[in-house]
């Protein structure tokens, strides 16, 4: 069993930036996937940034704009956000992908003047 614990989300303004941060409880290997979801109000969860087996994926609404970032010998994944904007809002989400399907509690991020 992983747990997975986040920080980092809440409310900042328009082209502001935000750093969310995500802990698992065990030791994750750089061959498996950790990244992030998000949930916004009527749309599907949609993943946002994804990194393992070398490969990082973006979803084209944040290239650019959002960086992924993993400490593979803390077991840690962070989301750098830049240039927000209100679209951007919702719950996010991490999640890791060693053998099962793990995700954290979710974190809101609201951008909003």
């Known amino acids: 069993q992983v747990q997975l614990v986040e920080s980092g989300g809440g409310l900042v303004q328009p082209g502001g930036s935000l750093r969310l941060s995500c802990a698992a409880s065990a030791t994750i290997s750089s061959l498996n996937a950790m990244g992030w979801y998000r949930q916004t109000p009527g749309k599907q969860r949609e993943l946002v940034a994804s990194?393992?087996?070398?490969?990082?994926f973006y979803a084209d609404s944040v290239k650019g704009r959002f960086t992924i970032s993993r400490d593979n010998a803390k077991s840690t994944v962070n989301l750098q956000m830049n240039s927000l904007k209100p679209e951007d809002t919702g719950v996010y989400y991490c999640?890791?992908?060693?053998?099962?399907?793990?995700w954290g509690q979710g974190t809101q991020v609201t951008v909003s003047s």
């Open positions: 999640y890791a992908h060693p053998n099962l399907l793990y």
């Open positions: 990194t393992g087996g070398g490969i990082t």
